[in-house]
Structures are given as structure tokens and as C-alpha cells.
């Protein structure tokens, strides 16, 4: 383990080594062309590593004064200094230490007395250690490439809804359109105009409207009539506001009872979806009762498919058994004399 640890680290300074040599020059990257795969993807967040690094300070030869990060900002951009002066300035710490004491430029100390006393709080290290730059995002100091990508690309949250979609007893076509719907990602008319794609729009199922997809799956007197169904077979009211509310199954549900909700709900979606494609390229009107014979026959052949298991009780059997999904127990415990 000590072995590995210190193989890992010794190829992190390896790595450092390289990218100091090859794109950098006095600590800035370089500006002129380099021939390189992966220079364009570094450089673009190169200044991210020198902004939030801070210098500790040891014999001060490797810390330019003005211009370095070792007081929490870089000196010139705490004095206000333009670019065009501070590129020339390139005295390091020991020309203003003498006999371990500050020397604080007279003109400093008349204008700018907050940031004077920051650099007399600096201690001066007795012993001779060599500076060391250190990453303020974590405890040791050390930035490794896990750091960095977490830091240019924080974590997102989870959306665990996309967990319950995906199923292998739900075929991927029908819950790809429910993702798509979820991402409002689906090829409607309004999306196609934000797409820069102008083209005159009419809801083909209801000829009501333009066509959206909030219309399409949850207003249009069509969609509703099959949330309503859906409704009828669960025996409450499911609010169909959103894909999100849509998705909320209660937790009090089992296993099999949820995966047959939310098949039943994956395909309301893509048979509303099925629907509207016939009607526009096929000129085939599906009405209600077809598209919900066919979502019980899909939502019967996923629920039977499924291995996981229903509670002992009458009111999910009584919803299994409206979807024509045979509900499974878990096993009794099998008793042996003994």
C-alpha cells in the first residue's frame, strides 16, 4: 500500500514536472502556439490553480512579491497596480526582508497602511525551507486532478426519478420519450422554435392550440382524459401537473406495485407520444379507448415480467389485478421438523 501510495504521488510530480516545462514559462502559461492534444483543454482553466493557491512562505526565493498569491490576493491587485506596471515587476520576497525584518516601501505605508499590516502578521521563517504552494479547497493542500474536476464541475444532484425509468422490464424506447419529457427535450413545436426552426403550429389531437409539450402530455383534453383513467385504476387522484408529480410514487407501495405504476405512467407517455406522430405524419386518428387498451396491454406484459415481489394486501391486488398483472409473494419460509 505504501508502495502504490507513494508510486501514485511520485507520477502526480512527475506530471507536474512535465506541464511546468512544457507549457509554462516564469509561472504563467505560455501564449504562443503549442502543438499538443491536450494543451487547449488545460490552458482554458489554467488560471483556476494560481487563483485559488495561496504561497507558504519559507525562503521567499520561489515568490515574486507583487505579483505572487501569499497574503490571500496577490499584492498588485490589493494596491490596484495596472497591468501594464505590474508586468515588469518581478522583485521576489528576499529583497525586502533585511535581518529577518520586513522593509516596507515608504510610499506603502502612507496609502495603503491595511495591507502593510497584513504583510507585518507574515512571520519570517527562521530556517531556510523552500516556499510551498499549496491548494486552499482542501486540507493537505495538495491539488490533484480529482480536485480540480470537482472544482471546475461540482457535483449535481442526483435525480433519482431517472433511476426508476430506466428499468430492464421497461423497453428503453418508451422510457427514453419519458426522459426526454423530463429533460423538456422532446422535438415539439416550441421546442423547435427555440431551435431557431420557424413554422406555423397546431396541437393535431385537440386542433386547439399550438403545440407544446406541457399542452401535448398534461393539459390537452386528450392527455387528460387518459391521466384520468389512469386515475380511476389506482383509486385517488394522481396529480398530473408535471413529469416530476407524475413520478412521485408513495413509498408505501411494494416493489412490484411501484414498477407497475410507473410503467403504467412511462407508457401514458409514450402512447400520447404515439398518438400525436400518427395523427401528424400518418393521418390516423387513435382514439382514447385504443391508446388505453394499449397501454393496459404494455403495462400488463412489464408488470408480469418483473420479479419483484407485492404486499399481502387487497387494495394493491385489487390495482394489480385492473392492469392484469399477477401479483407475486414473497415465498413462505419453508418449516422442517426437526
Known sequence: MLKLSWEMSSSSQEWANYYKSRFCRNKEPKSSYIKSSIWPGIKKHSHVSLEISIWLLGNGSSIRYWRDNWLGKPLVELLGIPNQISSVLVAKIPDYIIDSAWIIPSWMSRTHLEVCQRILRIPIPASQLPDKLVWQHTSDGILNSKE??????????????????????????????????????????????????????????????????????????????????????????????????????????????????????????????????????????????????????????????????????????????????????NKAPAISEV
Open 148 to 329: 480540480a474536476y470537482n472544482y471546475i464541475k461540482p457535483a449535481q444532484v442526483q435525480d433519482h426519478l431517472c433511476n426508476s425509468i430506466w428499468s430492464i422490464a421497461i423497453p428503453p424506447s418508451k422510457s427514453f420519450v419519458t426522459w426526454r419529457l423530463l429533460k423538456d427535450r422532446m422535438p415539439t413545436d416550441d421546442n423547435l422554435k427555440i431551435r431557431g426552426l420557424a413554422l406555423p403550429s397546431i396541437y393535431n389531437l385537440c386542433r386547439s392550440t399550438e403545440e407544446s409539450s406541457a399542452h401535448l402530455f398534461f393539459n390537452c383534453s386528450f392527455a387528460k382524459l387518459i391521466w384520468n383513467w389512469l386515475s380511476t385504476q389506482l383509486g385517488y387522484p394522481i396529480d398530473h401537473a408535471s413529469t416530476k408529480s407524475l413520478l412521485s410514487i408513495s413509498a408505501s407501495w411494494s416493489p412490484q406495485l411501484k414498477h407497475v405504476l410507473i410503467s403504467a405512467i412511462v407508457n401514458s407517455i409514450a402512447v400520447i407520444w404515439h398518438c400525436r406522430n400518427k395523427s401528424r405524419f400518418d393521418n390516423l386518428n387513435i382514439n382514447s379507448a385504443q391508446a388505453i387498451q394499449m397501454i393496459k396491454l404494455n403495462t400488463s406484459f412489464m408488470g408480469n415480467f418483473t420479479k419483484l415481489c407485492a404486499k399481502p394486501s387487497l387494495l394493491e391486488f385489487s390495482i394489480l389485478r385492473a392492469f392484469q398483472v399477477t401479483a407475486k409473494y
